[in-house]
């Protein structure tokens, strides 16, 4: 049966062959302290939990590291954050649909790519469309280079359309009406 790694003493995973030894066993006893302080901090590394508490600097040298092919100096630092998280997930599935929306989900929003054979265009082309397109040159910038590094490779953008986003309450409604005609005769 495994147990958890806090849980486990240096003594128990010797061989046989030198368990019994007092040197050895002294030594095992000596390093199992440690050993078990090491891996208590072992939580601590964790970078994904500490992402949006990072320094700039730091997150750069992480985007570099994990291959964030999106990444550029204008975007906030929830969304530096939000790259480098999804990085690993995102070089899975990179080159299909599904990674031009999750860049489409952490630039904008949120998104939605049609295939060439959902709206009638050309083979390999695809659109996008979204509620909430950038409205400067430097977003827009940011959100063609992340489409770029995301679609596969034969795949051409053909346009990003933007869906009117409305707020608000709808009311409807309807009435019935019945009733009984009676007609009356004299004889």
């Given at each position: 049966m495994s147990k958890p790694l806090s849980n486990i003493n240096f003594l128990d995973i010797l061989p046989s062959s030198i368990a019994a030894d007092p040197l050895i066993i002294a030594a095992a006893n000596g390093l199992d302290a440690e050993l078990k302080t090491i891996t208590g901090m072992i939580a601590d590394l964790?970078?994904?939990?500490?992402?949006?508490?990072?320094?700039?600097p730091i997150l750069k040298h992480?985007?570099?590291q994990w291959h964030v092919d999106a990444w550029e100096d204008g975007l906030?630092?929830?969304?530096?954050?939000?790259l480098i998280e999804i990085s690993y997930n995102?070089?899975?599935v990179k080159g299909t649909p599904a990674a031009v929306e999750m860049i489409l989900n952490d630039v904008l929003g949120g998104g939605q790519v049609e295939e060439f054979w959902e709206y009638g265009g050309e083979e390999f082309h695809f659109r996008v469309i979204s509620n909430s397109p950038p409205?400067?040159?430097t977003a827009n910038a940011i959100l063609l280079a992340g489409i770029e590094s995301a679609k596969n490779t034969r795949s051409f953008l053909d346009l990003i359309i933007k869906r009117p986003s409305i707020t608000g309450?709808?009311?409807?409604?309807g009435a019935i009406s019945a009733g009984i005609t009676v007609k009356i005769y004299q004889e």
């Open positions: 964790d970078l994904h939990k500490a992402l949006s508490s990072l320094p700039e992480l985007a570099y906030t630092m929830d969304q530096k954050a939000a995102w070089h899975r409205e400067d040159e309450a709808l009311f409807f409604g």
